[in-house]
Nanobody, 122 residues
Framework: QVQLLESGGGLVRAGDSLRLSCKGS????????VGWFRRAPGKEHEFVAA????????SYGDAGEGRFTISRDNALKTVYLQMSSVKPEDTAEYSC???????????????WGQGTQVTVSS
């Protein structure tokens, strides 16, 4: 069993940078791939980025390509999402998820955090 706790969200202005954290506990966190997803009001979950368990591979969805960077520190059991040049359309609840494989699909992940809200003002 893995527990995930996101932090780092908040209210920021367009163009600002923000770093989200996903802290893992309660299991072999370092053996799981971790993905970030976001969900804006009235919309479906959207894949942002994912990182492999060994940190070697990363993938990005349209939401994260170019402005976001995912990384992880297995010693700290934490995965980060560095968000740069944020835009109002980045406003959403951001959640991290852990799974056996790195995937852009929600269904491939077994454990989820509660989410952290990011609101970008124009």
């Amino acid at each position: 069993q893995v527990q995930l706790l996101e932090s780092g969200g908040g209210l920021v202005r367009a163009g600002d940078s923000l770093r989200l954290s996903c802290k893992g506990s309660g299991g072999l966190f370092s053996t799981y791939a971790v993905g970030w997803f976001r969900r804006a009001p009235g919309k479906e979950h959207e894949f942002v980025a994912a990182v492999s368990s060994d940190r070697i591979s990363q993938s990005y969805g349209d939401a994260g390509e170019g402005r976001f960077t995912i990384s992880r520190d297995n010693a700290l059991k934490t995965v980060y999402l560095q968000m740069s040049s944020v835009k109002p359309e980045d406003t959403a609840e951001y959640s991290c998820a852990a799974g056996r494989i790195m995937s852009p699909w929600l269904s491939e992940y077994q454990y989820w955090g509660q989410g952290t809200q990011v609101t970008v003002s124009s």
